[in-house]
């Protein structure tokens, strides 16, 4: 199948047999995930009663004759799905129905996790990079990391790419400019509606976005619109996002491998290691995964430090990173944090 000029990187998917699976894994095998001279090995992890469905993606995956994919396996069983992984795209999860909030999928959730993050310890590639999609996603992601003692933390990221890009969308739509010309959104917090979708640095072609649209309009339409925009797709296309959220876990994970130059992004971060001293320049504390601005250099998350916060924002963050404690707390009682 592979044409290939160098070693093929193992990508591993979790439940591939899923809405969000189906949308991402024809991408990731035409290169868009790791760049047209990547190719790549698709491991597929499903549970046993999506083993068919995941079955007959790979089937659709072969009939593509992707000219990147070296080949695609599909198992229910961890150990093997991410033995030698380098990128683990850990997607399956319930997702949320109407009426619910994320936070609601805990209980049925965060149980999926921490084996997940055992049999990453155990087999993955000393490379592996991680992007928690199911929800709520930072939550999973802090219990996935925790149970992977021997890889640093800040390889365990949450995708708050989606709510990223909703972000930079709604402020082009708003001012009718590309959104091309967007530059310098943030997104703080938990992939939750109590996310803080922020333009206070943000510019559109060079100009302040804040000179171009009213605090009201921020406040009442841009802020509730983003945060609530997953719920408003479940609404009306009667299942929640999947198409929007694979093309956010490739923004993500190409990003993160092929770095970001000087702008920068949003992602779920661990506000342990290496990020701790900015994420408490937010006032975030240790120990929890939250969004925050991100560059990625030479492979590496990394927060961009110090930048000026209003007061409001501050209360906002300040929000939504109580949410993501009391999340951490609440996992912790369920039992599925270590320690
Ligand atoms: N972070 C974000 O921005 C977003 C997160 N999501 C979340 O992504 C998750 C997946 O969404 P969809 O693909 O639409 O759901 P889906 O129900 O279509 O697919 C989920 C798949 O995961 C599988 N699965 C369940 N437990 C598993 C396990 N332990 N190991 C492997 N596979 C398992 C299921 O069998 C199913 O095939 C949901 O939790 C959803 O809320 C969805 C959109 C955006
Ligand atoms: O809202 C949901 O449940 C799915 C999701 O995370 C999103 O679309 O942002």
Not at 2 to 20: C, D, L
Not at 62 to 77: E, K, Q, R, W, Y
Not at 212 to 218: A, F, G, I, K, Q
Not at 264 to 270: D, K, L, R
């Amino acid at each position: 199948m592979a044409a290939a000029n160098r070693a093929p990187v193992t990508v591993t998917v979790t439940g591939a047999g899923g809405q969000i699976g189906y949308a991402l894994l024809f991408r990731i095998a035409s290169g868009q995930l790791l760049g047209a001279d990547t190719p790549v090995r698709l491991s597929l992890l499903e549970i046993p009663q999506g083993l068919r469905a995941a079955e007959g993606t790979a089937l659709e995956l072969i009939d593509g004759a992707f000219p990147l994919l070296d080949s695609v396996d599909v198992t229910d069983d961890a150990s093997a799905a991410f033995d030698g992984t380098n990128v683990a795209l850990l997607v399956g999860a319930r997702p949320r129905g109407a009426g619910m909030e994320r936070a609601d999928l805990l209980e049925a959730n965060a149980a999926i996790f921490g084996p997940q993050g055992r049999a990453i310890n155990e087999g993955a590639a000393s490379d592996v990079r991680v992007l928690v999609v199911g929800n709520p996603a930072n939550t999973n992601a802090l219990i996935a990391s925790s149970h992977a003692p021997d890889i640093p933390a800040e390889r365990f990221t949450a995708m708050t790419r989606l709510d990223h890009n909703r972000a930079v969308a709604q402020l082009a739509l708003e001012v009718d400019a590309p959104v091309t010309a967007v530059d310098g959104v943030i997104v703080w917090g938990n992939h939750s509606a109590s996310q803080y979708p922020d333009v206070s640095h943000a510019t559109v072609d060079g100009r302040a976005a804040t000179e171009l649209v009213s605090e009201r309009w921020l406040e009442e339409v841009f802020v509730p619109k983003v945060a609530r925009r997953g719920a408003e797709i479940i609404e009306v296309r009667g299942a929640s996002s999947a198409a929007s959220a694979a093309s956010a876990a490739i923004d993500h994970v190409h990003d993160w491998v092929h770095g970001t130059g000087e702008r920068w992004t949003s992602a779920g971060v661990s506000t342990s290691g290496v990020n701790a001293a900015a994420a408490a320049g937010y006032g975030v504390p240790e120990g929890l995964v939250c969004s925050l601005p991100v560059r990625s250099v030479d492979g590496e998350w990394i927060v961009v430090p110090g930048l000026e916060e209003r007061a409001d924002s501050r209360a906002h963050i300040a929000a939504s990173v109580a949410e993501l404690v009391e999340e951490r707390e609440a996992v912790r009682a369920l039992g599925l944090l270590p320690g």
